[in-house]
């Protein structure tokens, strides 16, 4: 019988395979323990890779390529690794990586704040935020809703609040387009949707497509005003 997507590689020589998370260390024997460990755990704030084949996270595509889908030719245009928080080598103690993902303080003029980004997506939102003629101000993880996963309650806690000048409110997730399928995702997200709605405001979860769409929006307005 073919092995599945979960099965395959976990052993190799007759020695079981063990999964190192790439971020904390921790060892699982089980491809879906650590599959959940990494998205449930290092979601948010980690960077990672999502497998186009399989959604599995990874930090280097290629050599997940080759181990899972080695009968499929390797994809074009995509990331093929993602920097290492921790390298767990020597000892499990681990030594520090600068992470890939950008981190740090936006300067807001509009809002008298700062606001510590966790990424340079987020942080391009930000600066087309701060100069959107639309948006009278906001604020950053200031808003918690608690939803359902794994068996468990959670705390989610959006990225953005935006409140226009028009009084309207939208509730952003600034998110990658390759991390937007995570199951974990899409119950944290569904359950701020419903608590959007009560309140009367928007949820939208912002990838690279909406980010293209604002700095589109905020050049007109600077082209109109001169």
Known sequence: MAKTFEDADQTQKGVARKWQCFVCGKNYPDYGEYKEHIISEHEEGREFLSCPACKAPVRDMKSHWKAKHRQRPFPSGIASRVTVWHDFKTGGKGKTRRPKCRTGTFISEKNHSEIKYRSGLEEKFLNLLETDHDVASFTYETIKVPYFWAGKWHTY???????????????????????????????KWASMNDHALNMGWEFIVQTEVGLGKLKTKVQRQQTLLG
């Open 157 to 187: 806690i959006p990225d953005i609040r935006v409140n226009f000048v028009d009084s309207s409110v939208e509730i952003w997730e600034v998110k990658p387009a390759n991390q937007t399928d995570f199951d974990q995702n899409k119950a």
